[in-house]
């Protein structure tokens, strides 16, 4: 398994920008298909986004779309969410995870490595 650490929450207002990294341990970084889901208080954890192992596949959530992009650089063995437009309704922990396995990309259950996850919160 791969070691996953994120970073670049915060507290932005509604509009604004941020960009969350996710940093993995591991040679094999480059074999995983990486995701992003959230999870808002009280409810369940959610798919964000996914990318492929070369990144040449990409695939978002609906209430994402054309907002945020999802990015890796696989030798720096990161992933990237860059988040635009943020809207209150986006504040949630969100987490990145690692699928080795590749059978799909938008249900936790499709990934083995967890990140423990950065708080995103957007003021209105």
């Known amino acids: 398994q791969v070691q996953l650490v994120e970073s670049g929450g915060g507290l932005v207002q509604a509009g604004g920008s941020l960009r969350l990294s996710c940093a993995a341990s591991g040679r094999t970084f480059s074999s995983y298909r990486m995701g992003w889901f959230r999870q808002a208080p009280g409810k369940e954890r959610e798919f964000v986004a996914a990318i492929s192992w070369s990144g040449g596949s990409t695939y978002y959530a609906d209430s994402v779309k054309g907002r945020f992009t999802i990015s890796r650089d696989n030798a720096k063995n990161t992933v990237y969410l860059r988040m635009n437009s943020l809207k209150p309704e986006d504040t949630a922990v969100y987490y990145c995870?690692?699928?080795?396995?590749?059978?799909?990309?938008?249900?936790?259950?499709?990934?083995?490595?967890w990140g423990q996850g950065t708080q995103v919160t957007v003021s209105s």
């Open positions: 995870a690692a699928d080795h396995y590749g059978l799909g990309y938008s249900k936790s259950s499709d990934y083995e490595s």
